[in-house]
């Protein structure tokens, strides 16, 4: 039970890192990333060929976030034209088509087989203590990034972001680079989601295309949404609720009789279905609510207009 518990506890950090590149990108700029899982699995097989040829898993790790973030960037240049529905649209394919290249380009990523037998740090050495090694480290991560983002978030730079979310034609008459602003978040986002992927083939040992399907993306969405998409702690609380839900359902067959085992798997995904209604019915702004992050002070509905903090805005240097 503990080793489960501790497996269960590591994907939910993992889920939390992909669930702070989310409110960077979305909750933070306004770019609806719905290609988030294509990051995911870049960053994953980026961190296992790396260290297949070689190289230490902390550099496979650092190598999965730069190229998520330089894939992103150069995503975002190509698509600066595109708002709402259509960024989402295409970053959706885009996902889809990294999803793709794995599953066919068989001479580097073994296609549908996937890759067994990858590298962890300090498996051997740790023994059976390594899954309460693996555990830590990911939470120590999360808890390292929170704080970081935390810090840049309520600098210049995150009120700036927070400007061209809420309207960029008045952070662009405020002196706000918008581009850079926007390829700049939509790269930090992607490097968490890159180094969400390298943390999670190392601790699975296996990875193959079919880790990386849109469902996950949905997860990630329910997650930030429970939080409050604005919130870095409602990410990570967002995160265990997912996943609490998720493995909850497992259990189903213990007290509802008759059920198969495609019905319980269909079971979890209704849950998730119904949990993301619920939350958009009885609380849209999510358990923590949405930031009025000028002031401060909590707000139940959207975030600071536009309009009112560009004063503030034009003070920002560019």
């Given at each position: ?126 023994g059976e203590l390594y899954p309460w090694f693996y555990f830590a ?182």
């Amino acid at each position: 039970m503990t080793s489960y518990l501790l497996f269960i506890g590591t994907i939910t950090a993992i889920y939390a890192l992909l669930s702070l590149g989310l409110v960077v990108s979305w909750g933070q700029a306004g770019m609806v990333n719905l290609g988030l899982v294509g990051f995911f699995g870049l960053g994953a097989y980026c961190s296992v060929l790396l260290t297949k040829l070689g190289a230490p898993i902390g550099l496979g790790w650092v190598a999965a976030a730069a190229l998520s973030a330089a894939i992103g960037v150069g995503f975002c240049l190509l698509t600066r034209t595109l708002r709402g529905d259509y960024l989402a649209i295409v970053t959706l394919g885009f996902g889809e088509g990294l999803r793709l290249v794995e599953l066919n380009e068989r001479w580097l990523t073994d296609g549908s087989d996937g890759i067994s037998g990858i590298r962890a740090p300090f498996k051997h050495a740790l023994g059976e203590l390594y899954p309460w090694f693996y555990f830590a480290l990911a939470w120590t991560l999360v808890a390292l990034v929170v704080w970081v983002l935390a810090r840049v978030l309520s600098s210049p730079f995150g009120r700036a972001l927070r400007a061209v979310r809420d309207d960029e034609k008045v952070a662009a008459v405020a002196g706000k680079n918008v581009l850079r602003l926007k390829c700049q978040a939509f790269g930090i986002g992607a490097a968490l989601f890159g180094l969400a992927g390298g943390l999670y083939a190392h601790f699975t040992s296996y990875i193959s295309p079919d880790n990386f399907v849109v469902q996950l993306t949905i997860y990630i969405f329910l997650a930030v949404t429970a939080g409050g998409y604005s919130r870095l702690v409602g990410a990570v609380f967002g995160s265990l609720a997912v996943m609490t839900i998720l493995e909850s359902s497992r259990f189903a067959a213990e007290f509802i009789p008759g059920l198969s085992a495609v019905q319980i798997a269909s079971l979890r995904e209704f849950a998730i279905a119904v949990a993301l209604i619920v939350i958009m019915q009885l609380r849209p702004q999510g358990v923590f609510g949405l930031r009025n992050e000028r002031s401060g002070s909590l707000s139940a509905g959207a975030a600071t207009p536009a309009a009112a903090i560009g004063p503030v805005e034009a003070r920002m240097p560019s």
